[in-house]
């Protein structure tokens, strides 16, 4: 099976502007969950989403958004970028039903890095 | 409190040496326990999964569980250059889909 793939791998952006990246999950999962990865804070979870509904929601601010489409492709969003969104975002997978311990296979990851 | 406690490290050891890595968490509801390792720039790759108490074992690699005192483990044995990297705990709970990671430890094995 193809694993995660992310794309773009990498981006540079302005304060100010807005940003769309995107994950494509590994086939038959239909859970998709967006982290936040950076050197003084870990992993920092975002939002979950299955079947297109967003699941778990982290304690980040509205300007962090993300959709599923019917495919499980997920995409995420971040509004009015700041400086301090400069970071890798992980996309991770899984068969999402939430039962007998599903994990999680994460993509590469897109590395953001705001000027 | 966070709800999973890892020690940052870093953690440098010579090659061969064993190697054992901690967690901690305070939620005794979580059942699956996972390590992940992740190569600088690189997304986690999974490497070992355990269900509830006990040990796993996978090569090289020592996974174990010990809910009593909520604390997990991972052992390399005959460490190699190639197992340094950033070492990250995760777990969750039987239902929900949601997981918790500790912050992970950096690993270099110096040959």
């Known amino acids: 099976k193809a694993g995660v793939t992310q794309t773009p791998r990498y981006l540079i952006k302005t304060r100010g502007q807005q940003v769309t990246l995107s994950c494509s999950p590994i086939s038959g999962h239909r859970s998709v969950s967006w982290y936040q990865q950076t050197p003084g804070q870990g992993l920092q979870f975002l939002f979950e989403?299955?079947?297109?509904?967003?699941?778990n929601k982290g304690n980040f601010p509205g300007r962090f958004s993300g959709r599923q489409f019917s495919n499980s492709r997920s995409e995420m969003n971040v509004s009015t970028l700041e400086l301090g969104d400069s970071a890798l975002y992980l996309c991770?997978?899984?068969?999402?039903?939430?039962?007998?311990?599903?994990?999680?296979?994460f993509g590469p990851g897109t590395r953001l890095t705001v000027l | 409190q966070k709800e999973v406690e890892q020690d940052p490290g870093p953690l440098s050891v010579p090659e061969g040496a064993i190697v054992s890595l901690n967690c901690t968490y305070s939620?005794?509801?979580?059942?699956?326990f996972m390590w992940y390792r992740q190569y600088s720039r690189k997304g986690p790759e999974l490497l070992m999964y355990t269900y509830s108490s006990g040990n796993k074992e996978d090569g090289r690699f020592t996974a174990q569980v010990d809910k009593s005192s909520k604390y997990i483990s991972l052992f390399i044995r005959d460490s190699q250059p190639s197992d340094s990297a950033t070492y990250l705990c995760a777990m969750s709970r039987p239902t929900g889909n949601q997981f918790y990671f500790g912050t992970g430890t950096s690993l270099t094995v110096i040959p």
């Open positions: 989403y299955f079947s297109e509904t967003q699941r």
């Open positions: 939620n005794s509801a979580f059942q699956y």
């Open positions: 991770a997978s899984s068969p999402g039903t939430g039962t007998q311990g599903d994990t999680q296979y």
